[in-house]
């Protein structure tokens, strides 16, 4: 007979390739996520707009919920909260950091730039978080799927929010700069 953890989670399934995928991944976000929480500043404090620095300040807030939800996921995996190098999130920072430097401050087109900057890094993430949530499920793994889920529903939101923002204001001023 299989033996299970305190977590319910039997050996066999905390052994699986599956299982040690989900595990690698979770980490590759929350070091993801650790590292949003410190670009997130600069890039509302570079954003011309005050509606896109709200934007993003407030996405910041969610930002550390989300680091914080993932801790939990790791809690109930009965899993030392550990992250490893996101390559993927790491280049879309620099990519957002090239931005910054090579746009004129106090510009719309800036703004659209960190736009397109903040829209990749939500792209990534909200692949990430939907993948998570599913293999989650595959495993019966319901209170870690439903934590990563409401995540997942806030990238989405931020995603659409700030495509919003590029479609009603930010571009059609950059395009007149």
């Not at 040690?20 to 991944?25: I, N, P, T, V």
């Not at 009965?78 to 920072?93: F, N, R, S, T, V």
């Not at 439903?146 to 001023?173: G, M, P, R, V």
Request: aromatic residues 4%.
């Amino acid at each position: 007979m299989a033996t299970q953890s305190k977590t319910g989670i039997s050996e066999e399934m905390r052994n699986s390739e599956f299982h040690q995928l989900f595990l690698k991944e979770l980490k590759d976000i929350f070091w993801a996520e650790k590292h949003l929480v410190k670009s997130l500043p600069k890039m509302s404090k570079a954003a011309t707009s005050s509606k896109l620095a709200d934007a993003i300040s407030n996405h910041l807030n969610e930002t550390k919920e989300h680091v914080s939800r993932l801790e939990r996921v790791f809690e109930l995996l009965d899993e030392k909260p550990q992250a490893i190098k996101c390559d993927a999130m790491e280049g879309l920072l620099e990519e957002a950091k090239d931005i910054l430097e090579d746009s004129k401050v106090e510009t719309s087109v800036r703004d659209a730039g960190i736009i397109i900057a903040c829209q990749k890094v939500e792209h990534y993430e909200i692949a990430s978080y939907g993948s998570l949530v599913e293999m989650a499920k595959k495993m019966n793994h319901e209170e870690c799927a439903d934590i990563l889920a409401q995540t997942l529903d806030e990238e989405k939101n931020a995603d659409k929010h700030l495509n919003k923002l590029a479609k009603s204001e930010i571009n059609y001023k950059a395009l007149k700069e």
